[in-house]
């Protein structure tokens, strides 16, 4: 189980991977806001910019159930980016098998991954249509070098599969209609 900042670096993965996501940072700004007999604070986790210039402020939690105080937090929280025309994510666990799957995809994220031109054109027609991946790597080529470029291009959502299903050399692979 994922708490504080190992759920906080858990999302980051996962946004950076997400295409929505243009930019991200975090504790970006400090809130504070006046109720009866207090002044509050809350620092949000996370700042996003997606793709259509929206702005998101998140906040990472490692429950399935926010306590009161946090269902509070994010009200107060939410109303503040209404108020400016951005939303508000509580981003809460994730699926472990995706998540193991991601991590490991994670791995294989840096450009140098990539491979050729050449490779990666291969890839995308040994997967045009859903194909094991077992099957698509022999169809391409030497195994120690068309993996990482397979990790890779998955990673990068150049090629698809079903990351919520265990991975494995029978899964199916896809490169996604343009």
Known sequence: MHYGSGAMRLHLMLLDRDPRVQGLASRPLELRWRVP???RTHAPQLMLRLADGQGVLADCTAGRE???RQRSL??????VCV???WRYWVLGPVDPVYRRNVTWLAGFRHPRYRGSERLAAALRESFAGRTPLGEGVRRTGDPMVV??????ALW???LSADLGAP???RMPVWAPAA
């Open 147 to 152: 993996l990482p470029a397979l990790f890779h």
């Open 37 to 39: 007999g207090a002044v």
């Open 167 to 169: 991975m494995h050399e």
């Open 74 to 79: 994010a009200a107060a929280v939410g109303e």
């Open 156 to 158: 990068a959502g150049r």
């Open 83 to 85: 108020a400016v025309r």
């Open 66 to 68: 926010l306590s009161q």
